[in-house]
């Protein structure tokens, strides 16, 4: 019941867009739904994008893109909140730089990724980084400092290493937060790839197809791209869900 209940506004989007678009009769500004599904059912055909790929062609190098940037955040952003988390010197050398740097929106970095490393790959990748390290690196904090000190100190009185806390204890506590700094990360970091696509550089990625497309005035490819990115950004979280749940289920009993 829940599911199905779940498809109710989607439809009714789908029967709105279907009902203006028809009021303005004007595919450039609004396409049919009839003229998106066949992009959408044929996504390795390149007969609608005009030689710049499939749309399984481009999804998947802005996966790549994805794994890439959210990766080296996450090897960054776990290990310093853990050390920030647990270390109150650690953190007071890090917070004021990280709090002043967190606010900045990840496409105001753009022109000095450009000037870094200039068109291609690697300034993208800096552009995903630079969006996804900062929820994971403030859930990885907040999961640390939230571990239970009761669980700290049973630990010490039985003899427990520094070593053994952090390693027996204070991660395996804090892992389901991290988990959702990670979720998180992973959310903005699919948003960046495609925003960091439609500026100058990108040859490939579904950014870049949908600059493409909107030159060449394929509406129809517009969406239809618009439509992959949220089924593949609907898929990731539904992956991170089904993790959490059989990872986590603990978390419900200490409750």
Do not use: H
Request: aromatic residues 10%; proline residues 6%.
């Amino acid at each position: 019941m829940t599911r199905r209940l779940g498809l109710v506004l989607p439809l009714l989007l789908l029967i709105g867009w279907e009902a203006v678009a028809i009021i303005i009769n004007n595919p450039f500004y609004l396409p049919r739904v009839e003229s998106v599904i066949p992009v959408l059912l044929n996504p390795f055909s390149t007969d609608y994008t005009l030689g710049t790929g499939s749309l399984v062609d481009n999804a998947l190098v802005s996966i790549e893109r994805v794994i890439i940037g959210f990766g080296i955040a996450a090897a960054v952003a776990i290990p310093l909140g853990i050390g920030m988390g647990r270390s109150s010197r650690i953190n007071d050398l890090f917070d004021t730089t990280i709090e002043m740097l967190r606010p900045v929106p990840p496409l105001a970095w753009v022109p000095l990724a450009l000037a870094w490393f200039k068109l291609g790959i690697a300034s993208i990748v800096f552009i995903i980084f630079i969006g996804s390290v900062f929820p994971i690196l403030l859930n990885t904090i907040d999961g640390v400092r939230g571990v239970k000190k009761t669980w700290i100190e049973v630990g010490t009185t039985l003899g427990a290493s520094e070593r053994q806390v952090l390693s027996k204890i204070v991660v395996p506590g804090a892992a389901p937060t991290i988990w959702t700094g990670l979720r998180v990360g992973f959310g903005i970091a699919w948003m960046c790839v495609v925003a960091a696509e439609i500026l100058p550089g990108p040859t490939s990625g579904l950014g870049y197809l949908i600059m493409y497309a909107y030159n060449q005035g394929q509406m129809n490819v517009i969406i239809a791209g618009m439509i992959t990115i949220g089924l593949i950004g609907l898929a990731a979280d539904q992956l991170f869900k089904i993790v959490e749940r059989r990872l986590f289920s603990w978390r419900g009993l200490d409750r």
